[in-house]
């Protein structure tokens, strides 16, 4: 957007993304939205008065978002339980909210009676958003990780066959790739200090003096930077 003004109106933009900004900008319709209308606030509550979002299936955890109504009802007809959609605690939006903790403690009761698989492929028939609570051991192997081929695998000298993700950003044109494996300390002493002038007379007295480090393999050791 910053580069579109430019071209319309001549004048550039200086954009700051913090974390924190990003952060409350994506988690207020989920996590804030009942503090949305100014003086309507809900009365201050404890931190653990509401339980998380994340659900024990039989084999594993799922979590799933009912915000609207229509993933609401979704959930109810994925859940095959008629007389849920008919509890007036939960019909709009301003009561799932107002009873939320009835609501999530409802849901757990149902999503504990099938598999992992089976919400997710009812859940997602119905439009409502889930997804699976992965181990860190088994996001390397999701379906979805490997499909978007996220992880990318390298040969690290010293260390053996390593993965690292790749750079979030896509680009059709021009793709961001990890150039290699991360060099190693001193790696390219040398070759900077070529680069910046120095002669290779004047690099093996800095050496000598300790006042740079190079890499093992060129017999720097473990050589202090001054």
């Given at each position: ?102 609501r999530i ?53 010293g260390v ?5 993700p790749k ?60």
């Amino acid at each position: 957007s910053a580069l579109y003004a430019r071209e319309k109106t001549g004048h550039g933009d200086h954009i700051q993304i913090a974390m924190l900004d990003v952060m409350i900008s994506y988690l207020w319709p989920e996590g804030m939205a009942q503090y949305t209308v100014v003086g309507a606030e809900p009365p201050a509550a404890g931190p653990n008065d509401r339980p998380d979002l994340v659900f024990k299936t039989t084999d594993g955890y799922i979590t799933a978002g009912t915000l609207s109504d229509s993933e609401w009802q979704g959930f109810c007809r994925a859940s095959g339980d008629p007389e849920l959609a008919a509890d007036a605690r939960f019909a709009t939006q301003l009561s799932r909210s107002a009873n939320a903790t009835a609501r999530i403690h409802k849901m757990a009761e149902y999503i504990a009676q099938r598999s992992t698989a089976e919400w997710l492929q009812r859940l997602d028939a119905n439009d409502v958003p889930c997804a699976p609570v992965l181990r860190r051991g088994e996001i390397i192997g999701n379906e979805q990780v490997v499909a978007r081929q996220l992880i990318t695998e390298f040969d690290q000298p010293g260390v053996g066959r390593v993965r690292q993700p790749k750079p979030a950003a896509r680009f059709e044109r021009s793709e961001a790739e990890i150039g290699g494996p991360a060099p190693r300390v001193g790696e390219h002493s040398r070759d900077v200090l070529l680069d910046l002038g120095y002669s290779a007379g004047d690099i093996d007295r800095m050496i000598a003096d300790k006042l740079v480090r190079v890499a093992a393999s060129e017999g720097g050791g473990s050589v202090p930077i001054k």
